[in-house]
C-alpha cells in the first residue's frame, strides 16, 4: 500500500465526468425541501455535483437536470437563483 490519500472524485450531473469533489460545486436539497449551492460542500442533506464551470450550470437549467438528481419537481426559480450564485462567485 502508498501512503497516499486517495483522491475522491465525484460525477458531474451536466458533463458526466469524474472529477476531484474539491473542484466541483455542491447543490444541495435539504430535510424542507430547498435547493441551494453549497460552496462549503457541509450542509446537510442529498448532495449532487457540478463542474465549477460556466457550461455546466447552464447546461443545469436546459435540461432539468435537478429534477433527475433529486427525483423532484424543481422551479425555474431555483435554476435561476443556482445561476445567478454561480455567476456572483466568479
Do not use: T
Not at 5 to 32: S, T
Not at 49 to 70: D, M, P, S, T, W
Request: aromatic share 6%; net charge positive.
Amino acid at each position: 500500500m502508498s501512503g497516499q490519500k486517495k483522491i475522491p472524485l465525484r460525477m458531474c450531473i451536466a458533463c458526466r465526468e469524474g472529477i476531484p469533489k474539491m473542484q466541483m460545486l455542491r447543490v444541495v436539497k435539504n430535510a424542507d425541501g430547498e435547493i441551494k449551492l453549497d460552496f462549503s460542500g457541509k450542509l446537510p442533506g442529498r448532495g449532487a455535483y457540478l463542474c465549477n464551470n460556466e457550461a455546466c450550470v447552464k447546461k443545469l437549467r436546459k435540461q432539468r437536470l435537478l429534477h433527475k438528481a433529486f427525483s423532484a419537481d424543481v422551479s425555474e426559480e431555483v435554476y435561476l437563483r443556482i445561476e445567478e450564485e454561480f455567476l456572483a462567485k466568479k
